[in-house]
């Protein structure tokens, strides 16, 4: 099957007065590449990796952009709080996401993405966004065994961060990481990674709340922990980490959230091409708030999507379990499970069908007063549900190219808030028919 960077032919360009200044931008900015939890590549095979997919060459920089765009109906934009009414409108959203390569001689690799996406909504115009994030990066080899990495990055967009609030908001994160790790001939590598990052939100009240959003939630997230990878196919490794995460909240009225978490997890990242794709991600995480008689989480967790291809069908499972911070006051967290799956089937070499379900539950440690309909109030713990179903027809345009037409239908039950039902339909575009 074909990798969406072969759609393009490379075209090898040489302006050397824009290539030198380039490179002096790019030893400005000296630390960066998006350093991800469980995502470590072998420096070796990154370099390979950039020089068969880079897209474009301009001079010594591989270029790798796409293109992504969606035009749907959301029938209740803002969900639906006590007995507000549904509010539906048109939503459009272009995106020109881009990286930028520079390697040096194999032993430095400094890289650039860009994600800039306007949000365009068709009647209401407050909820119109320009979203943008971006990170800078570095690797470096030293006596062929040791890698030093260090990022930059910065994500501004309004949207749907979080699973308990249905209205979009404004998130900014910034984040800074660095590590070292030592490579062996045998594709394994054993480091350290700390990172730091701050997370800030629009000053706004939500339904349901009883603080301003930026108030109950900005943050500042301190990470320091051990990592290894085995290589045990192609482009795919065993992982194992272990991390300690230190959460200090930014607003004084919030000071009773600071915790800190102790995690480990274990998986296999399988290759990007192949009949097996995706990442199995299972562990255990400690989160104890720092504050006094608060409940604390000790349990599983797991970030598990992985796709299987076969013949004509594609089968897709998901895992997801975490305890994520609330926004509302009664809890500093809550515990958060989603299971999916979805099958596609191609009828022809130019027509696939889709259909994915997932079923998602989210419970508060702390109890709250719910009224009943005699005025009394009860003393229960909160409790949501999620179910979610959606059908698309996907049609090739050109090679892995594909247009879709996708229905969606999300409802959402709780016995604290407001129950939910949403329609989505649209179109979008695809790079893996």
Request: proline share 5%; with cysteine; hydrophobic share 35%.
């Amino acid at each position: 099957m074909l990798s969406p960077n072969e759609y393009f032919r490379r075209r090898p360009i040489f302006i050397r007065p824009a290539c030198v200044l380039a490179f002096l931008c790019f030893l400005t900015l000296a630390f960066s590449t998006d350093l991800k939890a469980q995502d470590y590549r072998p420096f070796r095979s990154d370099l390979e990796s950039i020089k068969e997919r880079s897209n474009w060459t301009l001079g010594p920089f591989r270029i790798d952009p796409s293109l992504q765009f969606d035009l749907s109906h959301d029938s209740s934009v803002y969900g639906t709080y006590g007995r507000q009414e549904p509010v539906p409108d048109y939503i459009a959203s272009v995106a020109l996401p881009f990286t930028v390569f520079l390697p040096f001689h194999d032993r430095l690799i400094l890289s650039l993405t860009e994600r800039p996406e306007y949000l365009y909504f068709f009647d209401l115009k407050d909820e119109r966004s320009f979203n943008n994030s971006y990170s800078l990066g570095a690797r470096l080899l030293l006596l062929n065994r040791l890698v030093l990495s260090g990022a930059y990055g910065s994500n501004r967009a309004k949207y749907r961060f979080s699973s308990e609030i249905e209205r979009r908001a404004f998130q900014q994160v910034e984040s800074s990481s660095g590590s070292l790790f030592l490579e062996t001939a045998r594709e394994t590598a054993i480091g350290v990674i700390g990172s730091s990052s701050r997370y800030t939100y629009e000053d706004a009240l939500l339904p349901g709340g009883v603080t301003p959003l930026s108030a109950a939630l900005d943050r500042k997230e301190d990470s320091v922990g051990l990592e290894f990878y085995r290589q045990i196919f192609i482009n795919g490794s065993f992982f194992l980490s272990f991390g300690f995460t230190d959460y200090t909240f930014l607003n004084p009225q919030s000071s009773h959230r600071d915790s800190y978490s102790y995690q480990t997890n274990a998986g296999i990242r399988f290759p990007f091409l192949g009949r097996a794709r995706g990442l199995l991600s299972l562990g255990y995480k400690n989160l104890i708030p720092r504050g006094p008689d608060r409940k604390r989480y000790s349990g599983p967790v797991g970030n598990t999507s992985l796709d299987f291809r076969f013949t004509r069908f594609n089968l897709r499972f998901q895992l997801l379990r975490d305890a994520p911070f609330s926004y509302y006051i009664d809890s500093i967290f809550f515990i958060e499970n989603r299971l999916g799956a979805g099958l596609s089937f191609y009828l022809t070499r130019f027509l696939r069908l889709d259909y994915d379900f997932s079923y998602g539950r989210s419970e508060y440690p702390e109890t709250v007063l719910i009224p009943l309909p005699d005025g009394s109030e009860q003393e229960t713990q909160r409790k949501d549900t999620y179910r979610s179903h959606s059908a698309s027809a996907v049609f090739r345009v050109i090679r892995n190219i594909g247009i879709g037409m996708r229905a969606s239908y999300v409802d959402r039950r709780s016995n604290y808030l407001y129950n939910m039902d949403r329609w989505i339909a649209g179109l979008f575009l695809i790079y893996d028919f």
